[in-house]
């Protein structure tokens, strides 16, 4: 645990950041093997999977869950943790699924609420609508929009997330093999910088990717995003981030 002293007040990222943060399988790693991060990020990311199946039945695991995420906060108490659902390109979440997602960060640990679209189609009309609600049911929290780099009305979008004084917005890096994925990202990361809004890039396992794991921020530090985080692998595949993140401390020789 550190023991440091708890810091309650949120602290928005600037527009001239650059930050990246570990996520919460990297901070726990670097925990049992006593190997001191080396980044000075005061966020870490707390990621979880949604599977397609699963939408329907998430709720289930709410309570658990929550359970997980102030375990986290009490190991780690100066980290002010951010949550991140990871899910396909292209699925979409019904009224359940995102009461779930609402309300896992809806504890006092967190600063922060993210509020992702039910889909990346959704009209600039339902995400104002959406916007408003979930602000009045968590006007304690700084309230963080997520969006698809392929949203829809993206520049709508951005537009009433300013009139709401939206002060930070995650996006989701799925790729940057085609020109397509990379044109996407520039453009809404260029577009919030001229907002205003500073961004937060979250990554995913996405596929195809034949380079090294550290080569995945090159794209969001390319387009000047003001936090990145890494992802975690579907399945039971080895996590390696820890080398972008750790340094082995010297080990002094017996006496």
């Known amino acids: 645990m550190e023991n440091q002293k708890l810091i309650t007040e949120i602290k928005t990222i600037g527009i001239n950041d650059t930050i990246v943060m570990p996520t919460h399988r990297e901070l726990i790693k670097a ?3 006593n190997i001191p991060v080396i980044f000075s990020s005061p966020y870490a990311v707390f990621i979880r999977k949604i599977a397609k199946s699963q939408i329907n039945t998430i709720n289930n ?4 869950d929550k359970g997980v995420l ?3 906060h009490k190991d780690f108490i100066t980290k002010d943790f951010f949550v991140n659902f990871q899910y396909g390109k292209g699925v979409s979440f019904n009224d359940e699924a995102l009461s779930y997602m ?5 504890i006092p640990e967190l600063k922060r609420l993210f509020m992702n679209e039910p889909t990346e189609h959704q009209t600039n009309q339902e995400f104002s609508t959406q916007l408003t609600e979930w602000k009045s049911r968590n006007n ?6 997520v969006l698809d780099p392929a949203t ?3 520049l709508n979008k951005i537009s009433t997330m300013k009139k709401n004084k939206i002060k930070e917005c995650a996006v989701i890096f799925r790729g940057f093999t085609r020109e397509e994925d990379k044109n996407n990202l520039n453009m809404i990361l260029q ?3 001229v907002a205003g809004i500073s961004s937060i890039v979250f990554g995913i396992f996405f596929k195809k990717w034949k380079k090294t794991w550290a ?3 090159l794209p969001p530090l390319q387009f000047k995003a003001n936090a990145m985080a890494t992802y975690i692998p579907w399945g039971a595949k080895e996590i390696k981030p820890m080398e972008l993140l750790c340094s082995v401390p010297p080990v002094p020789l017996p006496k």
């Open 191 to 193: 577009n919030l910088r």
């Open 215 to 217: 080569s995945m921020f």
């Open 70 to 72: 102030q375990g986290l």
């Open 102 to 106: 609402e309300g896992i960060q809806q």
């Open 31 to 33: 925990r049992d093997f």
């Open 61 to 64: 695991s709410l309570s658990i």
């Open 140 to 145: 304690r929290k700084l309230l963080v929009p």
């Open 152 to 154: 829809n009305e993206m």
